[in-house]
């Protein structure tokens, strides 16, 4: 009955639409075209064209289906065009599109757009547009048709199109696969599509196969909803498939893969992951890589081995296997080998400790407080032998985690110094201070068998941090503590039979001499002694260690001779360390004490003789050996053998160099003074003074004066002065000409003294040298006129003008800054005095010269003498014409300043008043006319 409704129903659409062709011009001429050219697409076209044009001009009704004849004829004429050109993509496409305009409008059902795509893929399914329309559709309107059909809506669409097609496709199916469920949705009014997990999880892991990369959001998908296990399968993919240059990406999906085993080891295990031995490989892997570039800067990764370590264990300890988890722990201490990672594993085992000592804890205080709430009536017999035995074992539980905890705590310096040596073994210091550590834990079997172990793992090349001696001397002390025999078993094994190699000599003799000190120590003098001979005699070690010439052995036994052995021994021991030249100078002089002690004089001097010998100047043992060989011969014969004792003085500052001369030369000349001859003793001074250094050259000519006055009286020190005064620096050379003045001064020899002053002065600069001028004061006062006065204030002035020419820092004048030449020196004073300079000399009218040399005698002419006058004239008439034209600088010589100063002192009495008027007080005597020369005349003109 209802496909009978259907058929008349249909009929009367078929008749409504030909109606609606007839009444329309522009249909019938489209009709009668297409009779003519049925197979022209664009005739269709047009067609279809002119229907919607005749579509638009009616209201559609989707409530009467007779008034939608337009919408109808559409559809009409869009099925006869496919039929006819079924391979025709355009009207396919025209036709699709129009049915779901339609189906917006509620005119067309969703099974009618679904029949229009089945259709069209029957003669296009090698079009991925067509598959991406009809996913499309399918995707949008949820409920049109089931999950299941959808998905083999899908499996067609890839088994139809090639791969490369692939990709056009799969961004509307992971949109389809990721829509929200019914639940999920943001409306309840909207329809959803409710997609089982099972099929979103089998078409994501399809399209995995198509685009591997996309392993890290389907991990993330499954991680969101709980499937632990295969997440961890896909990072696993992840990892394998990643190249070698993507660190960055590798770290971060190990990090969320080690995380996921971690939180879910049993459902990562029960997938097929095998957690802990990818993680003991990683770890093999990275212990390798770190041996091999323990001597490279390499990349460091963000994959710490302690944190790898900790992950292990935390996977056994949700699991509940606790005793595993500690054993990992404790194998991860053993391996780690920075301190980075020590200290992140140990951490972490501290806390799992103290998390297992609070559970206990907390487990023991819950059963007494329901102890407590028990009422005494359901209490029995057997009851509380149960409640006890219960609470012992919980009192038990908490001991036992506490004494774990603790016994953790103790055990961290050992091991922190257990991952050093695993950096590095070859570190002596933390060997040693592995044995302390034991030590202080009383636990002497486990520090002897940690140095037995650094004897045979260490290499005497590569050691650092301390002396591989060092091991065995803290070995044999242990073993001297607990046996005695085992302790010279182990010196045995070390300096006999040379068990270690060593690399240097002084460690195989600290060996050598840490079991003679031993044997000292347990008194056995014989052999003590015994050893120390067998240390250094030939063939005591290997050829590449000598130990005949060891310092430290040599020592040791030349005490122990002196001390155990008789006197003939110590001297052959001395003798023989002497002929192999491995004795030291205070091997020497220990000798030469030894021989004196026991009045062997001349057997001493021969064994300073051989030092002296072996060290020769400029050693600096020299010195030492030759101050102790004069000392003791002088002290010995004094003057009774003067001639060999000047020999040996002689010898002594022909060899010595100047800088350690003086001291030499001192002894030889309190030597002559004692028990030579003075004029020797004089010489011996001499020749100090023109030896030594500059600096010491100024002492030596004091001392050198003082002893001549002393023994030939004043006025043999002239001489002296005079050769110090050339010899000398300018400021030493000032010093003299003071105290040279001064002993003209006590023999009054005034004008001697004046002259030395004058010379004196050219060297002396009044602002380093104030005492110096001061003394020349004080000399004109009591010694000196008005003239002399005058003279002295007129050099001073010119000696700091000169001085002048050089500038000196701020800070005392202690260090010379920078030197003027000649020429800009000249310049300078001549600017500043206001006088012109001599056009064919660098000198400056009334100045001393330079003081860089000595100076000499005036002018050798009477021009120049002349010329200085002149000058020095036009200086003091300038200065007394123009005072507005006067030089502001400091340095100017003004001459009624110097009047000034004359003045002051004679009315202080200081110096001696000017002649009476009306005469001089002294004799006078006409002066011969060739005396003047040319000064007369100019005079008178």
């Not at 941090?465 to 094994?493: C, H, M, T």
């Not at 001979?533 to 130990?547: K, T």
């Not at 122990?560 to 030291?584: C, F, H, M, P, W």
């Not at 002396?764 to 110096?772: G, Q, S, V, W």
Request: proline share 3%.
């Amino acid at each position: 009955k209802s496909l009978g409704m259907d058929h008349s129903k249909t009929n009367q659409v078929h008749q409504a639409c030909l109606g609606f062709i007839q009444n329309s011009e522009t249909l019938i001429k489209h009709e009668t075209q297409l009779q003519q050219q049925p197979y022209d697409v664009s005739s269709w076209l047009l067609y279809l064209d002119s229907v919607d044009d005749e579509i638009s001009k009616e209201k559609p009704n989707s409530e009467d289906q007779v008034s939608n004849v337009a919408w109808k004829l559409r559809d009409m004429v869009g099925r006869r065009a496919v039929a006819l050109l079924p391979r025709s993509y355009k009207l396919w496409k025209n036709h699709w599109e129009y049915l779901l305009k339609g189906l917006e409008r509620g005119i067309f059902s969703e099974e009618e757009v679904l029949n229009c795509f089945e259709r069209c893929l029957w003669t296009l399914s090698a079009y991925p547009r067509v598959w991406v329309e009809y996913l499309g559709f399918l995707k949008d309107h949820p409920g049109c048709t089931s999950v299941t059909s959808v998905r083999r809506v899908i499996n067609l669409a890839l088994q139809s199109l090639p791969v490369t097609q692939h990709a056009k496709i799969w961004p509307t199916i992971l949109e389809w696969i990721h829509s929200p469920d019914s639940d999920q949705a943001s409306s309840g009014d909207l329809p959803s599509w409710r997609i089982p997990l099972e099929s979103r999880v089998r078409v994501i892991r399809r399209y995995c196969l198509f685009n591997p990369l996309y392993r890290n959001e389907f991990a993330d998908f499954l991680v969101r909803h709980e499937r632990w296990g295969e997440a961890a399968i896909q990072y696993q993919h992840l990892l394998n498939a990643l190249s070698a240059g993507a660190e960055v990406q590798r770290d971060s999906y190990w990090q969320a893969f080690s995380e996921l085993c971690t939180q879910h080891p049993v459902q990562v295990e029960d997938a097929g992951v095998a957690w802990e031995q990818i993680l003991r490989a990683v770890l093999s892997e990275k212990h390798g890589s770190q041996m091999k570039s323990s001597s490279s800067k390499t990349s460091e990764s963000t994959l710490l081995e302690g944190i790898l370590w900790t992950q292990l264990a935390d996977s056994w300890i949700r699991r509940g296997s606790f005793d595993i988890a500690r054993s990992v722990y404790e194998e991860g201490l053993q391996t780690v080998r920075t301190v980075r990672d020590f200290s992140v594993l140990y951490d972490a085992y501290l806390q799992f400790e103290e998390g297992l000592l609070e559970a206990a804890t907390s487990v023991l205080e819950d059963g007494d407080m329901e102890m407590g709430e028990d009422s005494p009536q359901e209490s029995s017999d057997d009851w509380d032998i149960l409640l006890e035995e219960t609470a012992n074992s919980k009192v038990a539980d908490m001991e036992l985690a506490l004494a774990r905890a603790e016994h953790l705590t103790s055990r961290r310096p050992l091991l922190l110094n257990s991952v050093v040596l695993r950096q590095n073994k070859h570190s002596v210091g933390d060997w040693l201070r592995r044995a302390e550590l034991y030590l202080e834990l009383d636990l002497a079997g486990q520090a002897i068998a940690a140095l037995e172990e650094a004897l045979t793992v260490t290499d005497a090349n590569r050691c650092v941090n301390g002396k591989p001696s060092g091991i065995v001397l803290k070995l044999g002390e242990i073993y001297e503590k607990q046996e005695v025999e085992k302790a010279q078993e182990l010196f045995d094994r070390i300096c006999r039979k040379l068990d270690y190699k060593f690399q240097k000599a002084d460690d195989l003799a600290e060996c050598w001499a840490a079991w003679v000190e031993m044997s000292l120590r347990l008194e056995q003098w014989d052999e003590a002694l015994a050893l120390a001979r067998q240390a250094v005699a030939p063939g005591s070690g290997p050829r590449r260690l000598n130990l005949t010439k060891s310092v430290r052995l040599w020592d040791l036994l030349l005490d122990l001779e002196e001390s155990l052995g008789t006197v003939q021994t110590a001297k052959d021991a001395y003798n023989r360390v002497l002929e192999i030249k491995a004795a030291t100078v205070q091997q020497v002089l220990n000798f030469a004490s030894f021989l004196i002690e026991r009045d062997y004089f001349e057997e001493s001097y021969t064994a300073y003789e051989k030092g002296i010998e072996l060290f020769a100047f400029p050693h600096p043992g020299a010195k030492l050996l030759w101050m102790s060989y004069l000392k003791s011969f002088t002290h010995r014969y004094k003057g009774s053998k003067v001639e060999r004792t000047r020999d040996i003085f002689q010898r002594c500052l022909e060899e010595c160099p100047a800088e350690e001369s003086s001291e030499f030369f001192l002894m030889n000349g309190q030597f002559e003074e004692s028990y030579g001859l003075v004029k020797r003793a004089l010489s011996v001074y001499q020749a100090m003074c023109r030896k030594v250094t500059p600096e010491e050259k100024y002492l030596a000519y004091r001392l050198f004066i003082v002893k001549t006055r002393k023994y030939l009286g004043v006025t043999a020190t002239r001489d002296i002065y005079q050769e110090a005064i050339d010899t000398l620096k300018d400021q030493e050379a000032a010093r003299i000409c003071m105290d040279f003045a001064k002993v003209e001064t006590e023999l009054q020899e005034s004008e001697r003294a004046r002259a030395i002053l004058a010379y004196g002065a050219q060297l002396a600069d009044p602002r380093r040298l104030p005492e110096y001028w001061k003394a020349w004061n004080e000399f004109e006062i009591t010694q000196g006129n008005e003239e002399t006065f005058r003279e002295m204030l007129r050099i001073k002035r010119s000696v700091e003008a000169a001085f002048s020419t050089v500038n000196y820092n701020a800070s005392g004048l202690n260090e010379k800054v920078e030197n003027l030449t000649d020429e800009q020196a000249m310049k300078l004073i001549s600017e500043q005095e206001g006088v012109e300079r001599q056009p064919e000399t660098n000198k400056v009218a009334g100045f001393v010269p330079s003081s860089s040399k000595k100076r000499t005698a005036t002018a050798a002419n009477l021009d120049e003498v002349e010329a200085k006058v002149a000058q020095l004239r036009k200086v003091t008439g300038e200065g007394d014409a123009k005072e507005d034209e006067e030089s502001e600088n400091d340095e100017e010589i003004d001459i009624d300043d110097i009047d000034a100063e004359i003045e002051e002192a004679a009315a202080s009495g200081a110096i001696p008043d000017a002649a009476p008027e009306g005469g001089t007080g002294l004799e006078t005597k006409s002066i011969p006319q060739g005396v003047f020369g040319g000064l007369k005349s100019v005079e008178t003109n």
